[in-house]
Each structure stands twice: as structure tokens, then as C-alpha cells.
């Protein structure tokens, strides 16, 4: 009779053990599931960066509507790279975008309305140096450095408001002209290289 319970507590125990294995196997798999459900962080945006000067059209500017000058030569902007200074920011939302146009040279908002230029929003900056040295080399003018052909390009710092941003600017002229690329070293040497007017 002892033989047989002993042999009963056996059988319990090795069923009890059982079950709490295939339980442990339960909640670790349920805690798998759960853990791998979790939403996962989106990928990375990807900037398009480079800018292929060569597919672009060398048309002058419009002959109505605001003119851009680039040192006092009217130039159509074809396109505009903006990007925010320092670390971890971003470009402002879209509609307040244009505004903040405004900040780099009074007027521009309305040469991009009618220029229409190709827009390439790039990420945060940590060097105003840096966005210049990597404008001019995403958007490669042809010949030296665009002397000599219809291109004209500038980059470097404005403010906009309480913000630091990054701008470069890619333009064609009507005829090949010397202007070549120009580096803006401060923030009011903007005026002095492109103007609008009405």
C-alpha cells in the first residue's frame, strides 16, 4: 500500500513539475510576443543631399514678376537647400517656412512662389563652415566653380527669429557671368549678395 502512494506522490510531483515548466514556457512566450509587438522606431529620414546640376534647367530668370538680383544680376533661383544650425533641431513646420524665407533676404518668399526652385530640406548642422564646404560640393557647378557659365550659388547662416538656419541658394543667370560660388561668412553679407525686387 506504501509502494503504491509513494509511486502516486511520485507521479503528482513529476505532473506538478510539468506544469509549472509549461507555465513558465507560457508566460515567456506571451512576454515574447508582447515585447516584440511593441511598436519600433521608424526608420531614419533619409535626406536626398546632392543636387545634379547638370539635369537642371540653365533658363535665366522669368521676365515678369519679382526679380532676384545676385550681386545686382537678375538670376532665376533654381534651387534652395535649407537646414537648421546646431545640434538636434529642425526646420520649423511648412506654412512657417516660408516666412522664415523672409529672414534670409526680404522678398524671397514670393521669388520661391515664383520661381518655383527645387527645395531640398537637409538635417541639423553643427558647422556653418561645414554646410558651405558640403553645399558646394552636393550642388557641383560646372567649369571653375560655375565662373564662367550661367551658375551662380551661395551659402551659409541667417537668423531666422530666435533660430539659426542654413541656407544655400543655386542660380542661373542669363549668360555666363564670374560669379561663381560666394560663401557667406556673416549673417548681413546676405544683403550685400542677393536682393529682391518688386
Given at each position: 500500500?506504501d509502494?503504491?502512494?509513494?509511486?502516486?506522490?511520485?507521479?503528482?510531483?513529476?505532473?506538478?513539475?510539468?506544469?509549472?515548466?509549461?507555465?513558465l514556457l507560457?508566460?515567456?512566450?506571451?512576454?515574447?510576443?508582447v515585447?516584440?509587438?511593441?511598436?519600433?522606431?521608424?526608420?531614419?529620414?533619409?535626406?536626398?543631399?546632392?543636387?545634379?546640376?547638370?539635369?537642371?534647367?540653365?533658363?535665366?530668370p522669368?521676365?515678369?514678376?519679382?526679380?532676384?538680383?545676385?550681386?545686382g544680376?537678375?538670376?532665376?533661383?533654381?534651387?534652395?537647400?535649407?537646414a537648421?544650425?546646431?545640434?538636434?533641431?529642425?526646420?520649423?513646420?511648412?506654412?512657417?517656412?516660408?516666412?522664415?524665407?523672409?529672414?534670409?533676404?526680404?522678398?524671397?518668399?514670393?521669388?520661391?512662389?515664383?520661381?518655383?526652385?527645387?527645395?531640398?530640406?537637409?538635417?541639423?548642422?553643427?558647422?556653418?563652415?561645414?554646410f558651405?564646404?558640403?553645399?558646394?560640393?552636393?550642388?557641383?557647378?560646372?567649369?571653375?566653380?560655375?565662373?564662367?557659365?550661367?551658375?551662380?550659388?551661395?551659402?551659409?547662416?541667417?537668423?531666422?527669429?530666435?533660430?539659426?538656419?542654413?541656407?544655400?541658394?543655386l542660380?542661373?543667370a542669363?549668360?555666363?557671368?564670374?560669379?561663381?560660388?560666394?560663401?557667406?561668412?556673416?549673417?548681413?553679407?546676405?544683403?550685400?549678395?542677393?536682393?529682391?525686387?518688386a
Amino acid at each position: 500500500m506504501d509502494t503504491v502512494v509513494n509511486e502516486l506522490d511520485g507521479v503528482s510531483l513529476i505532473v506538478l513539475v510539468a506544469a509549472v515548466i509549461g507555465l513558465l514556457l507560457l508566460v515567456s512566450l506571451v512576454l515574447w510576443i508582447v515585447r516584440s509587438s511593441r511598436r519600433k522606431p521608424g526608420p531614419t529620414p533619409q535626406f536626398e543631399l546632392t543636387i545634379d546640376v547638370g539635369g537642371l534647367s540653365p533658363e535665366g530668370p522669368p521676365s515678369e514678376g519679382p526679380v532676384l538680383e545676385f550681386f545686382g544680376m537678375p538670376v532665376r533661383l533654381v534651387a534652395l537647400v535649407l537646414a537648421p544650425a546646431g545640434r538636434n533641431t529642425q526646420l520649423p513646420p511648412e506654412p512657417q517656412l516660408f516666412r522664415v524665407l523672409d529672414d534670409l533676404t526680404p522678398g524671397l518668399s514670393s521669388i520661391v512662389s515664383s520661381h518655383r526652385p527645387l527645395f531640398r530640406p537637409w538635417p541639423s548642422q553643427l558647422s556653418t563652415q561645414g554646410f558651405i564646404h558640403a553645399f558646394f560640393n552636393h550642388a557641383h557647378l560646372p567649369g571653375d566653380r560655375g565662373k564662367g557659365t550661367p551658375w551662380c550659388s551661395a551659402a551659409g547662416r541667417f537668423d531666422a527669429g530666435d533660430q539659426q538656419m542654413l541656407a544655400g541658394l543655386l542660380c542661373a543667370a542669363e549668360k555666363p557671368n564670374s560669379l561663381g560660388q560666394v560663401p557667406i561668412t556673416n549673417v548681413g553679407q546676405w544683403l550685400e549678395v542677393v536682393r529682391v525686387k518688386a
